[in-house]
């Protein structure tokens, strides 16, 4: 079996499609919006406050509108999705041409369309961001939650518009962090990771929804900017369901190429 050679921007449409998606909802859903910044409040309790929101559950199930654009293409397609919380993440687009199947200790998915194949670890994803990723931050990503878990270092606070604004307090010598949290939920209302060196950045803001009381991203809109090269990723979920009993059937076709990133 020939192995293909791809570079990372090469992965994009790819990355989007087997990597960019964890949260779901029950199926009757409004917008959440609204509440005011308190100035009194400390960063330890607006700290504490954003993981006391965190939504528990067991499997996720439902279906993700994905919009990708690099400036030279664009292109959309709706997948379906099924996850287990801390576990799995499992994405199927139309009739099977894409699947993913993501764990804690592998990122797996292949193309019909190409008969090819990735098989590996997250170590092109921590290249492409410029810091150290795993399955718990992609996770976080995508649930609006801190990439970065906050209670590990010290921050500091300020009041941006209508949101909180916290960074570290302590300069990180490779790469930059900004949270923006929403002062109602205290979910995260955006997060920005730059690697100035390199000309690396990261950014995600939310929309979030209430789920039966549930506080939930409703849309994920991500750009990454590489050498001056702009990557949007904007995600839609619809049709969604909480804890449904769920499998995750996944098998690479035999004979397909193996993907090799550079």
């Known amino acids: 079996m020939k192995g293909i050679q791809f570079n990372l921007k090469n992965l994009y ?3 989007a499609l087997a990597l960019l998606m964890g ?11 609204g509440g005011e910044v308190d100035s009194r409040l400390s960063t330890k309790r607006i700290i504490e406050n954003h993981y006391a929101n965190q939504l528990e559950f067991k499997t996720l199930s439902g279906r993700v ?20 919380k801390d576990e799995v993440i499992w994405i199927s687009a139309p009739l099977g041409m894409v699947k993913a199947h993501i764990t804690p ?3 797996s998915f ?33 649930l609006g939650t801190a990439v ?15 949101n909180y604004q916290l ?13 923006q949290l929403e002062p109602g939920n205290f979910k995260i209302h955006s997060q920005e990771i730059a690697q100035p060196e390199n000309n690396r950045l990261l950014t995600a803001e939310y929309t979030y929804q209430d789920i ?27 049709s969604l369901e909480l804890n449904r009993p769920l499998n995750f059937p996944y098998k690479i076709p035999k004979g397909f190429d193996k993907i090799i990133l550079k």
């Open 13 to 15: 449409p790819a990355i």
């Open 23 to 33: 949260f779901t909802a029950c199926k009757s859903t409004k917008s959440v919006t």
């Open 65 to 84: 509108k994905i919009d990708y654009s690099d400036g030279e293409d664009a292109q959309g397609v709706t997948v379906s999705l099924r996850m287990e």
């Open 105 to 107: 200790e592998r990122v």
């Open 110 to 142: 292949y193309n019909k369309l190409q008969n090819e194949y990735f098989d590996g670890d997250f170590s092109y994803l921590s290249d492409l961001l410029g810091t150290d990723l795993d399955f718990t931050k992609v996770q976080n990503l995508l």
């Open 148 to 162: 970065l878990d906050m209670r590990d270092e010290k921050y500091t606070s300020t009041i941006n518009g209508s």
């Open 167 to 179: 960074k570290p307090k302590k300069a990180r010598e490779l790469f930059k962090i900004l949270f």
């Open 212 to 238: 039966s009381g549930s506080v939930l991203p409703n849309e994920i809109h991500i750009v990454a900017l590489e050498n001056n090269e702009n990557t949007k990723i904007d995600l839609s979920f619809r």
